[in-house]
């Protein structure tokens, strides 16, 4: 399984980036996904996540109404929406698929497979 992830960049506050990640030998539609981001110095963090089938979007409160998890299960490609961008979103994003239905979002450790990241900066 690969994870590959696209769509990072830089932008200005109030912005917006739509990032995609797309898979190799792995369904979509059987398993949960998320996006996580990770900032210099900082832990982590579960930012959005889906179960298979792509319901049961969840959202961290610090995106909540401005980010938009999604998947195309066609081309077997999540993405992660993100809308008025502010700079504490600046951060590595990575997208990670677990070999579950369910997975707790914001919990690593349920997930088995990671992309290496794509970085987005917001000035």
């Known amino acids: 399984v690969q994870l590959v992830e696209s769509g990072g960049g830089s932008v200005q506050a109030g912005g917006s980036l739509r990032l995609s990640c797309a898979a190799s030998g792995y369904t979509y539609s059987s398993y949960c996904m998320g996006w996580f981001r990770q900032a210099p110095g900082k832990e982590r963090e579960g930012v959005a996540g889906?179960?298979?089938?792509?319901?049961?979007?969840r959202y961290s409160e610090s995106v909540k109404g401005r980010f938009t998890i999604s998947q195309d299960y066609a081309g077997n490609t999540l993405y992660l929406q993100m809308d008025d961008l502010k700079p504490e979103d600046t951060a590595m994003y990575y997208c990670?698929?677990?070999?579950?239905?369910?997975?707790?979002?914001?919990?690593?450790?349920?997930?088995?497979?990671w992309g290496r990241g794509t970085q987005v900066t917001v000035s």
């Open positions: 889906v179960y298979g089938g792509g319901g049961g979007a």
């Open positions: 990670a698929a677990g070999d579950g239905f369910y997975c707790v979002y914001s919990r690593p450790t349920d997930y088995v497979y």
